[in-house]
C-alpha cells in the first residue's frame, strides 16, 4: 500500500523519516475503500513509526531560529528546556536549583532572609 496520495512515496512499511518537518500526507496510508487486515497493520506501523520519530530527538541545523515566548523561569520545565534569564538563553540541567532572585531584611537583633 503506498502512503499519501503519489505513487512514488513511502511504502507503508518505512523505517524512518528523512526530515523533521511532518507531511502526514506522507506518513499515512491513504484510506481503501474496504479494510483489510493488511490496511489496518500499515497504518498501526505508520502511526507506531510516527510516534518513534516524534519522541527521538535527533539532530538540528539551521542557519536562523526564532524563539518566542520563551518561559521567564524554569520552574515546572523538563531538562533540557529552553528559559529566558535577562537577556540570557539559558537550558534546564537536572538537579540544578536555579534561584530567580534573592532578598533580605533585618531589624536589630534579628535576621530575617526571604528567598523568591
Known amino acids: 500500500m503506498a502512503i499519501g496520495n503519489a505513487k512514488d512515496r513511502f511504502a507503508a512499511g518505512w523505517t524512518e523519516m ?28 505508520a502511526v507506531y513509526t510516527l510516534q518513534q520519530n516524534l519522541q527521538n530527538p535527533g539532530e538540528m541545523r539551521g542557519t536562523k531560529m526564532t524563539l518566542t515566548h520563551l518561559p521567564t523561569s524554569s520552574a515546572g520545565l523538563e531538562v533540557g528546556a529552553l528559559y529566558r534569564f535577562g537577556n540570557q538563553i539559558r537550558i534546564v540541567l537536572l538537579d540544578v ?18 528567598i523568591t
Open 18 to 45: 528523512t526530515s523533521r518537518a511532518l507531511n502526514f500526507n506522507q506518513i499515512l496510508p491513504v484510506a481503501p475503500l474496504q479494510y483489510t487486515v493488511e490496511s489496518q497493520e500499515a497504518l498501526v506501523r
Open 97 to 114: 536549583a536555579v534561584t530567580t532572585g534573592v532578598l533580605g531584611t533585618s531589624s536589630v537583633g534579628t535576621v530575617t532572609v526571604a
